[in-house]
T-cell receptor, first 117, second 113 residues
Framework: GAVVSQHPSWVICKSGTSVKIECRSL??????MFWYRQFPKQSLMLMAT?????????EQGVEKDKFLINHASLTLSTLTVTSAHPEDSSFYIC?????????????FGNGTRLTVT | GENVEQHPSTLSVQEGDSAVIKCTYS??????FPWYKQELGKRPQLIID?????GEKKDQRIAVTLNKTAKHFSLHITETQPEDSAVYFC????????????FGRGTSLIVHP
């Protein structure tokens, strides 16, 4: 149980275009989902906390107009990288915890490798 | 906010040896400490966790210890195998309604056959 599906697994786009990444909890409801960015051989950098039915909470230094997050249902959160540039190339991973369970493990998606040319 | 320090950043051992990874945290209100294993190009996966009301937890070759007074916790892997090679992340969750985990920087464990 506790499966999180993330799509696409990889994407190549041209500079200036937008890319949408989906994160779905397949067998549980997730009030909150987290979006991370991971550079090679580095830790998980929290970008934002996605809350169902409300605005996302962004970490300091993360541009909310560039990284649009929508959490329209208890099982789906999306991250849209707008007007992507080569410096946005990275590995993006979402995660979720079961609704109502605080301080419980995170269940991660498989990640999305974004390459902006 | 919470600050988690993790050491070492790289750990190289021979197959069969033990490996220990240590983490310290700053927020005494933290009460949940998970460990995740991330293989190259894959998602992090929980391998073991411990809560603040417990000092030690073991699952086969993996164990975690917690010292609340000193605010540090450690991952112990015994009889290491090549498939244990991966990056390991510790994390600490604070209480009080905010359960966003703070991750350590990760430890790259290499087990040589």
């Amino acid at each position: 149980g506790a499966v999180v599906s993330q799509h696409p697994s990889w994407v190549i786009c041209k500079s200036g275009t937008s890319v949408k990444i989906e994160c779905r909890s397949l067998d549980f409801q997730a009030t909150t989902m987290f979006w991370y960015r991971q550079f090679p051989k580095q830790s998980l950098m929290l970008m934002a906390t996605s809350n169902e039915g409300s605005k996302a909470t962004y970490e300091q230094g993360v541009e909310k107009d560039k990284f649009l997050i929508n959490h329209a249902s208890l099982t789906l959160s999306t991250l849209t990288v707008t007007s992507a540039h080569p410096e946005d190339s990275s590995f993006y991973i979402c995660s979720a915890t079961r609704q109502g369970l605080y301080n419980s493990p995170l269940h991660f998606g498989n990640g999305t490798r974004l390459t902006v040319t | 906010g919470e600050n988690v320090e993790q050491h070492p950043s790289t750990l190289s051992v021979q197959e069969g040896d033990s490996a220990v990874i240590k983490c310290t945290y700053s927020d005494s209100a933290s009460n949940y400490f998970p460990w995740y294993k991330q293989e190259l190009g894959k998602r992090p996966q929980l391998i073991i966790d411990i809560r603040s009301n417990v000092g030690e937890k073991k699952d086969q070759r993996i164990a975690v210890t917690l010292n609340k007074t000193a605010k540090h916790f450690s991952l112990h892997i015994t009889e290491t195998q090549p498939e244990d090679s991966a990056v390991y992340f510790c994390a600490a969750n604070t209480s009080g309604g905010s359960y966003i985990p703070t991750f350590g920087r990760g430890t790259s464990l290499i087990v040589h056959p």
